[in-house]
């Protein structure tokens, strides 16, 4: 019997001495491992940041899908109103430049050269390439929509529009256009004048090659629509074979020669 507690009593000591040492190799590598900048407890909790995001991602995804659903449902249904078809139109046209539009922004003119002299005979005239050098600095820069008008005529910049040299003059939108040019872009005036006047930027290039530019805020800009027709020749869409939909619903009126041709709600 006494061997027996004996036994016991040692093999509950044995137990506490292996214990003892696995509880301080733990707590030694712990140690190590902040030292060697490797926190084990900010990695845990880390992982644990880790997984609550993974978790919101899951959910947001989750909720797009059941919005996007919804959506699907409606439309396929009919409950989605005119109204919402009209506004999205309306959208897609201010976006595409085939409405008139107003707003705060700048005014840019820009002429030739006042300095005589040979050497201003070529260098001192508005090119397209300054033009179209403004024409990016201010997109760049935020403008919502850009004109440039010449006299009387005022064309509207589009994602269709081309500025280049044709002998004196400059063609925009297939128009003839003569120095000065007032260039018309609403946005926020502070952005666009600062981009515009920064220290090296484009109205001290130009000034350098003598051109007389001038850039003002104004409160109210109208810029008129883009008015030419837009025919596509070759662009379609790859998916209009398999809507279910009447062959004509939705499609803007084609020639005969099979070329879309798009018709704006506005003119001027």
Not at 136 to 148: H, K, P
Request: hydrophobic share 45%.
């Amino acid at each position: 019997m006494m061997l027996t507690m004996d036994t016991r009593r040692a093999g509950f000591w044995a137990f506490v001495l292996v214990a003892g040492l696995l509880l301080g190799l733990l707590v030694r590598g712990i140690i190590m491992a902040e030292s060697d900048g490797h926190p084990l407890l900010a990695g845990i909790g880390a992982y644990e940041d880790l997984q609550r995001e993974i978790e919101q991602f899951r959910a947001e995804i989750a909720s797009l899908h059941e919005e996007k659903n919804d959506l699907l449902r409606q439309l396929l249904s009919g409950e989605i109103s005119s109204e919402q078809i009209e506004a999205e139109l309306d959208a897609a046209k201010y976006a595409a430049g085939f409405l008139a539009v107003e707003g705060p922004g700048v005014s840019v003119t820009l002429g030739d050269s006042s300095q005589s002299g040979d050497a201003f005979i070529e260098r001192g005239l508005v090119h397209d390439y300054d033009l179209l050098y403004l024409i990016n600095e201010l997109r760049a820069a935020g403008a919502e929509a850009i004109s440039i008008r010449s006299g009387r005529i005022e064309e509207r910049l589009t994602g269709l529009s081309f500025v280049r040299c044709t002998g004196p003059t400059v063609v925009v939108n297939n128009t003839r256009l003569t120095a000065p040019f007032t260039i018309k872009a609403i946005g926020d005036p502070d952005i666009i004048i600062q981009a515009l006047e920064m220290t090296g930027g484009i109205v001290e290039q130009l000034r350098m090659y003598g051109l007389d530019i001038t850039v003002e805020e104004k409160e109210l800009i109208e810029i008129p629509a883009y008015d030419l027709p837009v025919r596509y020749r070759f662009l379609d869409s790859p998916t209009r074979e398999q809507e279910s939909l009447p062959a004509n619903a939705g499609e803007a009126p084609a020639s005969s020669s099979g070329a879309i041709e798009v018709k704006k709600g506005a003119g001027r």
